[in-house]
């Protein structure tokens, strides 16, 4: 499926949106990496360490806990990933640590979230359309709060989905189900716009709702 821009988005006879959020209504990408250098700075008062060997380390980690977890909402947890990282790397009570950096991690993660333009102008013509939006994400629900309240999405905003609500991470169709019926309407009566080609856009289509694939800037 081709990427498209949020203007070419068709809202004729739609009467719900489905939505992701991380690089679909901000820049995940460039965020995570500010709040990873974050941490990372952090991290060096307690064990200095290059950020490329961090990085390495992190990156590691994610494949351990969805290697050992799969796809399911705590693989996504970045207290579990500090905590791994920390214990390879032999931390006392990295429990502690961990939680720190969590807090670390997210206040910045939210300082640097900046809704997308073109997004927000989607969001405006959803309302001003009294089409409802309904977020469907893989991440918690008080952390997707705090991304929508920090960039003042939540006006725009009136239902949210999150993977830790039903225990299962996209593609899984009971997220877009819920969705629908947190809506109150059929899946012909639904779009889905999201960033990912298999967890937004074949989920939702596998319910037969018509997704958008948009390009965000990454
Ligand atoms: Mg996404």
């Known amino acids: 499926m081709a990427c498209i821009h949020f203007p070419q988005i068709d809202l004729t006879h739609v009467k719900g949106v489905l939505i992701d959020l991380d690089n679909t209504l901000y820049c995940f990408s460039s965020a995570n990496a500010y709040a990873l250098r974050k941490v990372h700075a952090f991290l060096c008062k307690k064990r200095p360490m290059s950020y490329a060997a961090f990085e390495k380390e992190y990156e590691a980690g994610w494949k351990r806990l969805f290697g050992s977890l799969g796809s399911v909402p705590s693989a996504h947890s970045r207290f579990i990933l500090f905590q791994s990282v920390l214990e390879k ?67 725009y905003v ?6 830790d609500e039903l225990g299962v991470d996209k593609p ?47």
Do not use: W
């Open 89 to 155: 790397n032999a931390i006392p009570k990295p429990y502690l640590l961990a939680c720190k950096l969590e807090e670390i991690y997210f206040k910045n993660l939210y300082k640097k979230a900046k809704a997308d333009p073109q997004a927000l102008l989607f969001l405006k013509e959803c309302r001003r359309q009294k089409i409802p939006v309904c977020l469907v994400t893989d991440l918690f629900g008080t952390v997707q709060t705090n991304k929508l309240l920090r960039m003042k999405l939540d006006k």
């Open 158 to 163: 009136d239902f949210i989905v999150t993977n």
């Open 172 to 218: 899984h169709p009971s997220l877009f189900q819920r969705g629908l019926e947190k809506l109150g309407i059929s899946a012909k009566e639904a779009i889905m716009v999201g960033d990912n080609p298999e967890n937004d856009i074949k989920g939702a289509q596998a319910l037969g709702i018509r997704s958008y694939l948009v390009e965000t800037d990454k």
